[in-house]
Structures are given as structure tokens and as C-alpha cells.
């Protein structure tokens, strides 16, 4: 049974930074895309980062580059976020989700299988 589970969130003021994690189970973590996602209510759901678990290769959201960072720990199979220079903007409640093999060319929820149950972060 695959689980992912998000921990790290909080709340934090603007400018200062967050380092979500999300431990990953029951899946053949080796080749595989994760994916951190965020939405607020009353907002489509936004695609953050990717990250392969083969090769490392990365992708970011517009809205985040430059401040976020995705990385990986392969032993432990557990994906990170790095979250610098939080703005209010970024408040949302953070999703991890993997689906097999590549990583799309758009960070698109429909195509990921498994999520977490979310973890909140606040920025103010």
C-alpha cells in the first residue's frame, strides 16, 4: 500500500523559511516523479516542483523559482521542500504526490496517483 506523508508545515513570517518533508512507502520510489502540489480554497490547485527519483532532475513552478527547492534522500526514500523567502502568496496547504516513472512537462495533478494527506503552511 503506497502512503506519503507531508510533515514540516507551520506558520512563519514573510521572508522566512520552511522545510516541508514527505516520507515515502509502499512504492518503487527508484523510478519515480514526485511532486509537491499547494491550494487554498477558492484556488485551482498548483503544481510547485518536481523532482525524478532517477536522475534528480527537477522542475519548478514560475511562481516559486529561485525559492523553492525540491531534493530527495534515496536511503530514506523522503522528498523535501525547501522553502525560502515565504511571501503571504505561498499560505496553502502542501500536498505530496508521486506518480511511476517520468516527470511531465507540466506539473499536472490529474496525472499523479497517490498524495498525502496534506500539510498547512502559513505565511503572514
Same mark, same amino acid.
Given at each position: 500500500?503506497?502512503?506519503?506523508?507531508?510533515?514540516?508545515?507551520?506558520?512563519?513570517? @514573510?521572508?522566512?523559511?520552511? *522545510?516541508?518533508?514527505?516520507?515515502?512507502?509502499?512504492?518503487?520510489?527508484?523510478?519515480?516523479?514526485?511532486?509537491?502540489?499547494?491550494?487554498?480554497?477558492?484556488?485551482?490547485?498548483?503544481?510547485?516542483?518536481?523532482? &525524478?527519483?532517477?536522475?534528480?532532475?527537477?522542475?519548478?513552478?514560475?511562481?516559486?523559482?529561485?525559492?523553492?527547492?525540491?531534493?530527495?534522500?534515496?536511503?530514506?526514500?523522503?522528498?523535501?521542500?525547501?522553502?525560502?523567502?515565504? *511571501?503571504?502568496?505561498?499560505? @496553502?496547504? &502542501? &500536498?505530496?504526490?508521486? *506518480?511511476?516513472?517520468?516527470?511531465?512537462?507540466?506539473?499536472?495533478?490529474?496525472?499523479?496517483?497517490?498524495?498525502?494527506?496534506?500539510?498547512?503552511?502559513?505565511?503572514?
Amino acid at each position: 500500500q503506497v502512503q506519503l506523508v507531508e510533515s514540516g508545515g507551520g506558520s512563519v513570517q @514573510a521572508g522566512g523559511s520552511l *522545510k516541508l518533508s514527505c516520507a515515502v512507502s509502499g512504492y518503487t520510489y527508484s523510478r519515480a516523479c514526485m511532486a509537491w502540489f499547494r491550494q487554498t480554497p477558492g484556488k485551482e490547485r498548483e503544481g510547485v516542483a518536481t523532482i &525524478y527519483t532517477s536522475s534528480a532532475k527537477t522542475q519548478y513552478a514560475d511562481s516559486v523559482k529561485d525559492r523553492f527547492t525540491i531534493s530527495q534522500d534515496n536511503a530514506n526514500n523522503t522528498v523535501y521542500l525547501q522553502m525560502n523567502n515565504l *511571501k503571504p502568496d505561498d499560505t @496553502a496547504m &502542501y &500536498y505530496c504526490a508521486s *506518480k511511476p516513472l517520468y516527470c511531465p512537462p507540466q506539473i499536472a495533478g490529474a496525472l499523479f496517483g497517490h498524495w498525502g494527506q496534506g500539510t498547512q503552511v502559513t505565511v503572514s
